[in-house]
């Protein structure tokens, strides 16, 4: 990469960005799994709550 800067065949500018963005990518990856993670711990806790109901046949 330090080559292809240096020789002006890549943009500096231009791979920060790509750099920045490959970043956000991670960040919003890892966030949705622990988003879905939390959802689904969530939903077993509603779902027990259903079948423990009382009054409930």
Request: cysteine-free; aromatic content about 8%.
């Amino acid at each position: 990469m330090r080559a292809g800067i240096d020789a002006g065949r890549i943009d500096a500018a231009r791979l920060e960005r790509w750099r920045k963005l490959a970043r956000e990518e991670a960040y919003n990856s890892a966030s949705l799994a622990e988003r879905r993670r939390k959802d689904r711990a969530f939903g077993r806790v509603v779902r027990a709550a259903w079948r423990d109901k009382p009054g409930k046949h």
